[in-house]
């Protein structure tokens, strides 16, 4: 490929982990991001996306003598180091700064890169293994897939694909604390992916953001399958459901590494031996009630 330069070719076979948001993604990705050949996108390029040279800094916290890498702070207990420490991160001003779109925002369906777009898109993922010195590129992101986006980027990524049951996911999407701005609204936009009927039933609905969020659970599992199937590439996506994983998340790591290529190292056996992985999908007799319960999971899994 002509946008393949000396540079870049070694940006082989990057590993993505894709989900709705707060479906799981963060537990898992924290695991298999630990890994010690792969290079991040970390939370100090969320602050510094044009800074190459503050991927060094990683040498400070993780090297030959020993690792402190950090993790979501979602299902155990952390140090007061973990804020300040280097760890994976969805790092949107990261993706935004070297896509030169509002990644995190769209689903970007329409987005044809030239290949100068392209070559210069992979030189600033290159970056994070040059300065990081390692082997390999891993990241999350959430929301859309966008793999017909990303396909054109990285045409060998291998996907792990986090799913998780609709209600408690929608439930915990609608509490957290990123998306309170936009809870009446539409928080993943995309002209090419809503129909005019859906655009009407969310103004109409902007007083129940269950609805809201439950549109946008369906949507974009659907538009994932969907450009899957278009691009051919079901075989490099390993879907887990969260469900599965936290009954056995030993088994199902090793079963996701196995798909990528990866293996068990001491960073993630640290890791999973520090962290007690359990299933957050409480409810008393219903998530949100017993009506509003059937109309959402409705929405979630067929549409308005």
């Keep these: 490929m002509k946008f393949i330069n000396k540079t870049t070719q070694v940006l082989i076979k990057p590993i993505i982990i894709i989900g709705f948001g707060r479906s799981g993604s963060s537990i898992i990705s ?3 991001l630990k890994n010690n050949d792969l290079a991040l996108v970390s939370n100090f390029r969320s602050k510094y996306p044009k800074n190459n040279y503050i991927d060094l800094i990683r040498l400070v916290f993780d090297n030959k003598f020993y690792s402190l890498l950090g ?11 973990n804020r300040i420490i280097f760890k994976n991160s969805e790092s949107y001003p990261f993706h935004n700064y070297i896509s030169k779109v509002n990644f ?3 689903f970007l ?4 890169l030239t290949e100068k777009q392209i070559s210069e898109i992979r030189k600033g993922y290159f970056n994070l293994l040059k300065f990081q010195f390692k082997k390999r590129l891993g990241f999350k992101i959430t929301g859309p897939s966008r793999l017909k986006y990303l396909n054109q980027i990285f045409p060998d990524a291998r996907y792990i ?6 209600l408690p996911n929608i439930r915990s999407f609608i509490k957290v604390g990123f998306n ?6 539409l928080w993943w936009e995309g002209d090419e992916i809503y129909t005019k009927e859906e655009i009407e039933f969310v103004q109409q609905n902007s007083n129940q953001p269950e609805y809201i969020a439950a549109l946008q659970y369906f949507k974009i599992h659907q538009n994932h399958l969907l450009e899957a199937e278009f691009l051919g590439i079901q075989n490099k996506i390993y879907t887990i459901k969260y469900e ?14 196995n798909f990528v290529g990866l293996k068990i190292d001491k960073n993630i056996t640290d890791f999973m031996s520090r962290n007690y992985v359990f299933n957050q999908n409480n409810k008393n007799e219903f998530y949100f009630s017993e009506s509003l319960d059937k109309r959402v999971l409705d929405i979630a899994l067929n549409g308005i």
Excluded: A
């Design 30 to 32: 924290d695991i298999i």
């Design 244 to 257: 599965e994983f936290v009954n056995n998340p030993e088994l199902k790591t090793q079963q996701m590494l």
């Design 180 to 185: 309170q701005d936009r809870i009446n609204d």
């Design 161 to 166: 694909y986090v799913i998780r049951e609709p």
């Design 104 to 106: 995190g925002k769209r």
């Design 109 to 112: 369906n329409k987005l044809e």
């Design 71 to 81: 993790q979501k702070e979602q299902l155990n207990k952390v140090s007061f180091l």
